[in-house]
């Protein structure tokens, strides 16, 4: 385990157990200012909850939280749509970029306690790609598969979200490298352990199957509004 996930396994242990401590430390985290972390804090979404969820913290900028990285070169690229559909598939970057493509705006938070706000993407929808392979089951899972084994999963009902998607481009620029680049998956709804970087498969399943940090006590719903970063 390298030193960028101990890291963060020390944070979201202490996160777990109801006080996030350590995300505002000078040279770690480029957090917002104290005056806007007041303002988030009565801010409210459209569906009545709040802005910033509990225990979060905003910061500037999306933070590496390690991993073994994947190929971050998009001729390298390669997806599979697999699992319960009728059309199994599988698309290089080119084939990816022929899909109709989204400029989204979402809030992303990770279990170790920050937030980012407004950050800027484009991409292409979950459900675009889940509606070219017909999956055979309409309550079933996504299986999001990634380099070196990762795993995680979502409800098909999530991956069906307008928000949710598989995104190449942040903040105008293609995704870097050590954020998951050339594309990774977003769930803006959810910690951030269930966006997968490096992603290089989507399986349709009727059973879940619980990913590689979830199998580690980690939360497998990861509800930001619920706190729900570790299985108690």
Same mark, same amino acid.
């Given at each position: 385990?390298?030193?960028?996930?101990?890291?963060?396994?020390?944070?979201?242990?202490?996160?777990?157990?109801?006080?996030?401590?350590?995300?505002?430390?000078?040279?770690?985290?480029?957090?917002?200012?104290?005056?806007?972390?007041?303002?988030?804090?009565?801010?409210?979404?459209?569906?009545?909850?709040?802005?910033?969820?509990?225990?979060?913290?905003?910061?500037?900028?999306?933070?590496?939280?390690?991993?073994?990285?994947?190929?971050?070169?998009?001729?390298?690229?390669?997806?599979?749509?697999?699992?319960?559909?009728?059309?199994?598939?599988?698309?290089?970057?080119?084939?990816?970029?022929?899909?109709?493509?989204?400029?989204?705006?979402?809030?992303?938070?990770?279990?170790?306690?920050?937030? !980012?706000?407004?950050?800027?993407?484009?991409?292409? #929808?979950?459900?675009?790609?889940?509606?070219? @392979? $017909?999956? *055979? /089951?309409?309550?079933?899972?996504?299986?999001?598969?990634?380099?070196?084994?990762?795993?995680?999963?979502?409800?098909?009902?999530?991956?069906?979200?307008?928000?949710?998607? !598989?995104?190449?481009?942040?903040?105008?620029?293609? #995704?870097?490298?050590?954020?998951?680049?050339? @594309? $990774?998956? *977003? /769930?803006?709804?959810?910690?951030?352990?269930?966006?997968?970087?490096?992603?290089?498969?989507?399986?349709?399943?009727?059973?879940?199957?619980?990913?590689?940090?979830?199998?580690?006590?980690?939360?497998?719903?990861?509800?930001?509004?619920?706190?729900?970063?570790?299985?108690?």
């Amino acid at each position: 385990m390298n030193k960028d996930t101990l890291f963060s396994r020390r944070v979201f242990l202490t996160a777990a157990a109801g006080v996030v401590t350590g995300i505002g430390l000078p040279g770690l985290f480029a957090t917002v200012s104290q005056a806007r972390q007041e303002s988030l804090a009565a801010e409210l979404r459209k569906d009545g909850r709040p802005r910033l969820p509990p225990g979060q913290i905003a910061v500037e900028k999306i933070e590496d939280m390690g991993g073994i990285p994947g190929p971050s070169d998009p001729g390298e690229f390669r997806l599979r749509v697999h699992g319960e559909v009728e059309k199994p598939y599988a698309i290089d970057f080119p084939e990816l970029m022929q899909f109709k493509q989204m400029d989204i705006t979402c809030d992303v938070h990770c279990v170790t306690g920050w937030t !980012l706000l407004d950050s800027v993407w484009r991409g292409v #929808l979950l459900s675009a790609l889940l509606e070219r @392979a $017909r999956p *055979v /089951v309409d309550k079933g899972f996504l299986i999001i598969q990634a380099a070196h084994g990762y795993a995680t999963s979502i409800p098909l009902a999530e991956a069906r979200k307008e928000n949710v998607f !598989l995104g190449h481009t942040l903040s105008g620029a293609p #995704l870097p490298g050590p954020n998951g680049g050339p @594309a $990774r998956v *977003v /769930v803006p709804d959810r910690y951030f352990y269930k966006s997968a970087k490096w992603v290089e498969g989507l399986k349709v399943a009727s059973r879940d199957e619980p990913g590689y940090w979830e199998t580690r006590g980690y939360s497998n719903s990861a509800d930001p509004w619920r706190e729900e970063r570790y299985s108690r």
